[in-house]
C-alpha cells in the first residue's frame, strides 16, 4: 500500500481484523491488521507496540486507540481540531 488510507479505509481493515467482532483487537488481531497494511514490525515490536498503544491497559486496542497508532505512524492526519483541546 503506498497511498494513505481514508477513514473508511482504516474501519474496514479494523472491522476485518476484529475476528470477535467486539470492536477491539487482541494481540493476534491486531499483528494481522499491522500485516494487512504492510507493517513488517518484528514480535518484539508488535507486543511493544500493542502494548503502548492499548492506552487504557485493558487488553485490547479499541478503534480510537487503533486510529492513534496510525496517527503516530504518520499514516493519517490527527483528529479534528476540536478533539486537539
Ligand atoms: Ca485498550
Do not use: C
Not at 56 to 78: H, K, M, P, T, V
Amino acid at each position: 500500500m503506498t497511498t494513505r488510507p481514508t477513514e473508511d479505509d482504516l474501519h474496514a481493515v479494523f472491522t476485518r481484523a476484529d475476528l470477535g467482532g467486539d470492536d477491539k483487537l487482541d494481540l493476534m488481531e491486531y499483528t494481522l491488521v499491522l500485516e494487512s497494511l504492510g507493517l513488517s514490525w518484528t514480535r518484539a515490536e508488535t507486543q511493544d507496540r500493542f502494548e503502548r498503544a492499548d492506552t487504557n491497559r485493558d487488553g485490547f486496542i479499541s478503534y480510537a486507540e487503533f486510529r492513534a497508532i496510525l496517527e503516530s505512524q504518520g499514516w493519517i492526519a490527527g483528529p479534528p481540531p476540536d478533539a486537539r483541546g
